[in-house]
């Protein structure tokens, strides 16, 4: 189905019945159709266009398929026409209504009567490994529920760590560049309830071609809150570890060979191989390495 905007005046309702199969066939074949899995959302205060904040996020089609897919196609407008609750099935032009400082910003309600999806309006399945997932640190985009099993539009920018959220909210995406965004709107005023109190809303959205392949903020693979500023890092980091190991282990190998003519029966040792793939300890990968051969 093409990715298009229609005009909602010209909307008719949208069968939304298959979209679950369709997401997990697209899913199976490495998403055919998709340039890539970043998305953007532009913000502004106030109606002030000159002022416009784009957050531009990278999400995680692979690990939660659903979820993911339903953010990326509210985001480019996929699917044209109405979606359940009788509104366009995109985030233009929803708010951001909730500011918790310290916490999260929360934006998505595209009815302006709880949300909806491209499943529909009733909310979709928590996927286990979005629910696996850490939110230990700024710059996680999660998504927003009424509990186990009621995903719709709704979703949430963390501001901070928020362990409060793990294991009960999907995380679907990490913040790729707008972090210098998140104190404005944060330090916004708002009211008992958390409601900014100068209008936040989403302006624009879409796509941006290209795919990232971002750490996922699991348990065994973070040891420390993750910060925006850090992410980069960690790449180099295993890196040099990788060349650190592999330069041990041949010291190691060169220390355990015998003196030539010491092997006491005669025999030759054959002679090393060159261009050959060392073997890297047990726990090491040289994965970072080949992260943009998956693009």
């Known amino acids: 189905m093409p990715f298009s905007r229609l005009d909602p005046g010209m909307a008719a309702p949208v069968d939304w019945s298959p979209h679950r199969e369709v997401v997990l066939e697209e899913r199976n074949?490495?998403?055919?159709?998709?340039?890539?899995?970043?998305?953007?959302?532009?913000?502004?205060?106030?109606?002030?266009?000159?002022?416009?904040?784009?957050?531009v996020f990278a999400l995680f089609l692979d690990e939660v398929p659903l979820a993911a897919a339903n953010f990326h196609a509210l985001c480019v407008h996929r699917f044209d026409g109405l979606g359940e609750a009788g509104k366009p099935l995109c985030y233009r032009r929803s708010p951001i209504k909730r500011i918790v400082k310290g916490q999260y910003i929360e934006g998505g309600d595209i009815t302006g009567n709880g949300g909806d999806s491209i499943y529909g309006r009733n909310g979709f399945e928590d996927e286990p490994l979005g629910l696996k997932m850490m939110h230990n640190g700024p710059g996680l985009l999660t998504m927003s529920n009424e509990g186990p099993d009621s995903n719709t539009s709704n979703f949430m920018?963390?501001?901070?760590?928020?362990?409060?959220l793990d294991g009960s909210h999907v995380i679907i995406g990490r913040l790729l560049s707008g972090s210098a965004h998140l104190p404005t709107l944060e330090n916004l005023p708002g009211d008992a309830q958390d409601r900014p109190l100068r209008r936040v809303s989403i302006v624009d959205c879409g796509a941006v071609a290209g795919w990232q392949r971002l750490p996922l903020p699991l348990p065994d693979a973070t040891d420390k809150p993750a910060t925006l500023d850090g992410l980069g890092s960690q790449a180099e980091a295993k890196r040099d570890a990788v060349a650190q190991a592999v330069a041990?282990?041949?010291?190691?190998?060169?220390?355990?060979?015998?003196?030539?003519?010491?092997?006491?029966d005669g025999?030759?040792?054959?002679?090393?191989?060159?261009?050959?793939?060392?073997?890297?300890?047990?726990?090491?990968?040289?994965d970072d390495d080949d992260d943009d051969d998956d693009d």
């Open 157 to 164: 920018v963390t501001l901070a760590a928020c362990p409060e």
């Open 29 to 55: 074949q490495s998403w055919p159709d998709l340039p890539g899995n970043q998305v953007f959302l532009d913000l502004v205060i106030d109606g002030k266009a000159e002022q416009t904040m784009r957050l």
């Open 248 to 264: 041990e282990a041949q010291r190691g190998s060169a220390a355990k060979r015998p003196a030539d003519g010491g092997d006491g």
């Open 267 to 286: 025999a030759k040792r054959a002679a090393p191989k060159t261009g050959g793939m060392m073997a890297l300890p047990a726990g090491l990968d040289d």
